[in-house]
């Protein structure tokens, strides 16, 4: 994560970084990794929610508010969604800005995913 989309400047980097830091701990993510990987601030997030949960994309959207260098895809699927629960939606996070979209790779879930409910299978 940087910043900026081309200012290198270490020190502004720095500050950036800790106040990504700071937001980070606002969240309760049940997998959270943050570090410098290949010299690049690097934060990933995980989880798998029971139920419906925004945390994830607020904390981008609150990245972007505070700087427009950070980039990355998010997937969500939420089967509880009645429009939908059958689709894996992607947030790509570029420039400031989260661009919502379907993921045609991993949708429709059933069957590209998993196989439908099967009574003939004991299902």
């Known amino acids: 994560m940087r910043y900026h989309a081309h200012d290198t400047n270490a020190s502004l980097q720095n500050e950036w970084w800790h106040q990504v830091q700071s937001l980070l701990t606002q969240f309760d993510f049940p997998l959270k990794a943050s570090g410098q990987y290949n010299g690049l601030d690097t934060i990933h997030i995980a989880g798998h929610h029971n139920h419906a949960s925004t945390k994830a994309e607020e904390f981008l959207r609150r990245i972007a508010e505070i ?3 950070p980039y990355g895809i998010m997937h969500i699927h939420d089967d509880e969604d009645p429009k939908s ?5 992607k947030l790509t996070f ?3 800005k989260i661009e919502e979209t379907i993921d045609n790779d ?3 879930y059933m069957p590209v995913l998993e196989d439908e409910s099967d009574e003939t299978r004991g299902d």
């Open 67 to 69: 700087a427009p260098g």
């Open 85 to 89: 629960f059958n689709s894996f939606k």
């Open 94 to 96: 570029k420039r400031g």
């Open 106 to 108: 991993l949708s429709p």
